[in-house]
């Protein structure tokens, strides 16, 4: 069974940096990729995927050239660089392992088998 659990979450003034951690334990199956999922309210969206293979990365519009994804060399920990945050990007923050195959897009959360407990950002103005 796999366990994610996120930290490094927190305050921060808009224009600010954050950076998120995702540990990857108990694992028998390495997923196929990682994403980062955030709600601020409505419906969860997809922030970024890392392919952790490849460390191929995809990144939805809202985000791109402001956060970055990326995995450590044992691959057992992803991380969310955020840089340039807003007030918009507030939210709890999940990561997620896609460990069986799936046909849909990354953005999906039918695609993923294991969710973390979140962690709260909150970017103010």
């Known amino acids: 069974q796999v366990h994610l659990a996120e930290s490094g979450g927190g305050s921060v003034q808009a224009g600010g940096s954050l950076r998120l951690s995702c540990a990857r334990s108990?694992?028998?199956?390495?997923?196929?990729?990682v994403a980062w999922f955030r709600q601020g309210g409505k419906e969860r969206e997809g922030v970024a995927v890392i392919y952790i293979s490849n460390s191929k990365t995809i990144y939805a519009d809202s985000v791109k050239g402001r956060f970055t994804i990326s995995q450590d060399d044992a691959k057992n920990t992803v991380f969310l660089h955020m840089n340039s945050l807003k007030p918009e990007d507030s939210g709890v923050y999940y990561c997620?392992?896609?460990?069986?195959?799936?046909?849909?897009?990354?953005?999906?959360?039918?695609?993923?088998?294991?969710w973390g407990q979140g962690t709260q950002v909150t970017v103010s103005s």
């Open positions: 997620a392992a896609a460990i069986l195959h799936f046909d849909g897009s990354w953005a999906s959360e039918k695609a993923y088998n294991a």
């Open positions: 108990g694992h028998t199956y390495t997923p196929n990729y």
